[in-house]
Structures are given as structure tokens and as C-alpha cells.
T-cell receptor, first 111, second 114 residues
Framework: QKEVEQDPGPLSVPEGAIVSLNCTYS??????FMWYRQYSRKGPELLMY????GNKEDGRFTAQVDKSSKYISLFIRDSQPSDSATYLC???????????FGSGTKLNVKP | NAGVTQTPKFQVLKTGQSMTLQCAQD?????MYWYRQDPGMGLRLIYY???????DKGEVPNGYNVSRLNKREFSLRLESAAPSQTSVYFC?????????????FGSGTRLTVV
């Protein structure tokens, strides 16, 4: 069983839609949760970062962590064609020495 | 300000050949990492260097060696390339070990081993 599971998609939505991206994990000791965005043929770039449970909002993006269900989500409001990319979730233990990445969900926002 | 620079961007090797992937960062970061990315597998850590002069194995170190040449540069060497090492390789850096919020990735090296 993988430490982090993520639906690979692709997920195709019309411009302006609300997008929900999700990851599940198996290790209840994970403390730090991150979302990275990766455009085609580019390196990942950090989008959102949360510690432990709760929500974090940044503009059109909201990250949620539900530790009781071992489930994290990224919501994108008013999605734009420029949001078309692969979204990777990542998480780590308290000591931060090792990150566990999901395999990524490819999102396509159609104009 | 270039961030993390990887060279080369593309490479084709024959089985058994060797090569070194170069990575340099100009952000004065202490920690540097090498990942590989394969379809359906996500990013997997090969080696990392928490600080200048130290290196440690990650999740998939077999078939690779690394050198932390100085604070800026961290190279990855394939001594005898195998088709299973066909992948996209990313170098990343952070101010300290871990600190996901501080990870900066390079744009990747696409390696094909035939």
C-alpha cells in the first residue's frame, strides 16, 4: 500500500467551475501537508502548506486537512485555464526528513 | 535570480554508460535533494544533503551516487545506466532539511536509457 494515494485523473472542468482535488494517506503521524502545482515540462512549485488539521485559504485556493479521516483536499474556486496543470500532494512527519508525494492529478480547465 | 538550475535538460544514454547530472542553487539554501518522477509513481527521493559535507540515502538510492561539491552544487551520478533509470530527475533545495514550504525545484532533466 502506498503511503499517499491520489487519483491521477485527468479531471476536465469548464472555466469558472469549483475544483476539488483530494489525497488519502495511511500514516497517522503525518503532520505537514502541502500542495504543489506542476506545469508541463516544469518542476513542481509550492502552492499551499498547512500544519496539522484545519483549513487554509489563499486567494482562490483552499487547503483542508482532516486527520481523523486521513484525507486532504485542495479546492480551487473560479477555475481558470491557467490552472491547468498537475497537482501533487505531499506530506511529512514532524522531523521533516522525508516527504511522501502523491502521484499527481492532472487538471484541465476548458475555456 | 535563477533559483535551482539543472543541466542537462535532456539526455539519451546507452545501457552501461555513465553520466553526471548537475544541480546548482543560488539561494544560499543549506539542504539539497534529488528526486525522480515516473508516471503513476509520484516523486521519489533518491538522495539528499542536509548540509554541506553530508549526504544521505532516500527511498530509491540503488544505482546512484551523489556529491555535495559545495553549498551551491549537488550532483547525481549514474555509474552504469540501466533502462529502469529512464525518468525525469528533479533537483530541489530548501533552507533547512525538510521545510516543505521552502522547497524550490529545478525544471528537471529528462533521461532516456536505451
Amino acid at each position: 500500500q502506498k503511503e499517499v494515494e491520489q487519483d491521477p485523473g485527468p479531471l476536465s472542468v469548464p472555466e469558472g467551475a469549483i475544483v476539488s482535488l483530494n489525497c488519502t494517506y495511511s500514516n497517522s503521524a503525518f503532520q505537514y501537508f502541502m500542495w504543489y502545482r506542476q506545469y508541463s515540462r516544469k518542476g513542481p512549485e509550492l502552492l499551499m502548506y498547512t500544519y496539522s488539521s484545519g483549513n487554509k485559504e489563499d486567494g482562490r485556493f483552499t487547503a483542508q486537512v482532516d486527520k481523523s479521516s486521513k484525507y486532504i483536499s485542495l479546492f480551487i474556486r473560479d477555475s481558470q485555464p491557467s490552472d491547468s496543470a498537475t497537482y501533487l500532494c505531499a506530506m511529512s512527519l514532524y522531523n521533516f526528513n522525508k516527504f511522501y508525494f502523491g502521484s499527481g492529478t492532472k487538471l484541465n480547465v476548458k475555456p | 535570480n535563477a533559483g535551482v538550475t539543472q543541466t542537462p535538460k535532456f539526455q539519451v544514454l546507452k545501457t552501461g554508460q555513465s553520466m553526471t547530472l548537475q544541480c546548482a542553487q543560488d539561494m544560499n539554501h543549506n539542504s539539497m535533494y534529488w528526486y525522480r518522477q515516473d508516471p503513476g509513481m509520484g516523486l521519489r527521493l533518491i538522495y539528499y544533503s542536509a548540509s554541506e559535507g553530508t549526504t544521505d540515502k532516500g527511498e530509491v538510492p540503488n544505482g546512484y551516487n551523489v556529491s555535495r561539491l559545495n553549498k551551491r552544487e549537488f550532483s547525481l551520478r549514474l555509474e552504469s545506466a540501466a533502462p529502469s533509470q529512464t525518468s525525469v530527475y528533479f533537483c530541489a533545495s530548501s533552507l533547512h532539511t525538510g521545510e516543505g514550504y521552502g522547497y524550490t525545484f529545478g525544471s528537471g532533466t529528462r533521461l532516456t536509457v536505451v
